[in-house]
């Protein structure tokens, strides 16, 4: 076709025409940051102190803006009103703990339920909401998707970024951390002999997703799981550059290097620990390493900001501490990644080829509308935030429950099985991770960890009685991790403001009586699932 003659004419442009589009992507995606403005922008977004300013700045503008058209708060919003579900109309941070706010607020939730962090735990009224957010789209299918749908969406984002503290221009829900993920690695022009590195901590999902590009891209894994507990970005580097094939691709320098990617978390799927994100992602944007953070175990159960901590794409689920549905996550993309970030799903506003001066660099409007869906678990972000703020008076009343319960939870348990809390003192937040007793050595892998997690939730449990004296089961996490390199079965419990300290103790004596855990009579089907989900 490219003998001559008008076809290869043709064939040559398009060819042509591609190879720029993906040059204009590959500038964006990696670090090449030469032009003024570019360099002006990164610095902006990268300092701490200024970002926030510009973060700042441009929230008061929103509020301004949200004055003007009557929506200053959640509860505002007129389609759908919180159902406080009997709960009166006071806070409730008195309340954590009780009977009343388990019957009336989780009622769908048995005793022993300590894995909030793995499945979610959304309360009554947000669910309610999010059912009256999808009668409200079907009464009026039309005007509703057309008029209504497209403003609440992007007013709830903006709420949202006010309280994750980020600029609302660099952060759009989707769906789920896993498609986040995808969307940053599927919208990258990647070139065969690339790699990824991905320290084994965080969504499994994840690391599938990085080995999906191997097959179609010829991307290689680079996987690193942490050798000290607890760790943090020094120890983490350490074991990076353990690796040979990691040193010796960093060691070629910006400009050389073939790890184009790094993926970790901001707060440990499994071990709990805490990185300092800005002190790694520097370390990384050093040898010309985008970097990608999951900060799912992170909003909501810290208090962080996500404005300038230095990654180029910060993704999270919010169901596990935001009181929202499942469904609903975010994906924060620095400015200068936003023209190399596209949306999985074409739908009305793809932004069409990159070297075009008409090229819309922002993503915002491309990822606004991602084909047809159910909004409603997106819309009830509004309650969400409506409950956490007015009926629990604020995030930081959660914190302060969640975070005193988790360090009683961490010093119980850790004295009842004799063994060593994995997390400095001070990191746990509502996510102690404590190593199970007689549970180290050959055998206690991860498919020892997911048929005593399946055990767990399959079980009814005594001493896990329902006021009607039902036994329920414990829902506990269990990982296997290599404490001081010998695998070790550990406990990941989560603190949430309908727990309280028996219901720990309680686990903490069962799971004693399960030594040594390797013999549990199990439906396999269940092991195998969560194998292949948990871990």
């Not at 022993?112 to 299918?141: F, I, K, M």
């Not at 900001?305 to 180029?312: E, F, L």
């Not at 794409?313 to 190399?340: D, I, R």
Request: proline share 5%; charged share 20%; net charge negative.
């Amino acid at each position: 076709a490219f003998d001559g003659g008008a076809e290869g004419e043709r064939l040559g442009r398009l060819y042509a025409d591609r190879r720029a589009n993906l040059a204009r992507l590959q500038y964006s995606a990696f670090d090449v940051v030469d032009e003024v403005g570019e360099k002006l922008s990164a610095k902006v977004h990268n300092s701490r102190v200024l970002g926030e300013m510009e973060a700042g700045l441009k929230r008061a503008g929103y509020r301004a803006a949200a004055a003007i058209s009557g929506i200053t708060k959640a509860s505002d919003v007129p389609e759908v009103a919180l159902d406080r579900c009997g709960m009166g109309d006071k806070c409730i941070k008195k309340q954590f703990g009780t009977d009343e706010l388990r019957e009336r607020l989780y009622p769908h939730l048995g005793p022993g339920y300590l894995d909030a962090a793995g499945a979610g735990a959304t309360p009554e009224t947000v669910r309610r909401s999010r059912a009256a957010w999808g009668a409200a789209l079907q009464d009026d299918p039309v005007m509703f998707r057309f008029k209504t749908l497209p403003l609440r969406v992007r007013q709830a984002e903006h709420f949202l970024a006010d309280w994750l503290n980020v600029d609302a221009n660099d952060l759009k829900f989707v769906l789920s951390v896993e498609q986040a993920v995808s969307t940053v690695l599927r919208s990258i022009p990647w070139q065969p002999g690339d790699a990824v590195v991905y320290i084994n901590d965080q969504n499994d999902g994840a690391k599938e997703a990085v080995r999906s590009l191997l097959a179609t891209e010829g991307v290689e894994l680079l996987e690193v799981t942490p050798q000290t507990y607890p760790y943090n970005a020094e120890s983490l580097r350490a074991d990076l550059l353990a690796v040979p094939a990691i040193r010796d691709a960093l060691q070629k320098g910006k400009g050389a290097c073939r790890i184009r990617m790094a993926l970790f978390a901001h707060v440990g799927y499994k071990s709990g620990c805490k990185v300092a994100v800005h002190e790694l992602a520097e370390w990384f944007h050093g040898f010309g390493v985008s970097v990608c953070v999951d900060g799912t175990h992170a909003v909501g159960n810290l208090d962080e900001s996500v404005q300038s901590n230095g990654a180029d794409w910060y993704v999270a689920n919010l169901a596990n501490w935001m009181f929202t549905e499942a469904g609903v996550a975010v994906l924060v993309a620095s400015p200068l990644k936003q023209v190399a970030t596209q949306t999985l799903t074409v739908s009305y506003f793809d932004r069409g080829n990159a070297k075009e001066k008409a090229y819309n660099k922002s993503f915002e409007k491309e990822f606004s509308y991602q084909g047809l869906q159910d909004f409603g678990n997106w819309c009830a972000v509004f309650q969400s935030m409506d409950f956490a703020e007015d009926m629990c008076g604020g995030f930081d009343a959660v914190r302060k429950y969640t975070h005193a319960l988790a360090k009683e939870v961490r010093d119980a348990v850790s004295a009842q099985w004799q063994t060593t809390p994995l997390q400095f003192l001070d990191q746990p937040g509502a996510l102690p991770v404590v190593p199970l007793p007689n549970a180290s050595g050959a055998g206690y892998d991860d498919a020892a960890a997911a048929r005593l997690t399946a055990y767990l939730a399959t079980t009814p449990a005594p001493g896990n009685a329902a006021p009607d004296g039902t036994l329920h089961p414990f829902c506990v996490h269990i990982s296997s991790l290599p404490v001081q390199g010998v695998p070790t079965l550990c406990a990941r419990f989560t603190c949430q403001i309908f727990n309280r300290l028996e219901e720990y103790k309680a686990a903490a004596a069962f799971i004693q009586t399960l030594a040594p855990y390797t013999d549990l009579p199990l439906d396999t089907s269940v092991v195998v699932e969560m194998a292949r989900t948990l871990h």
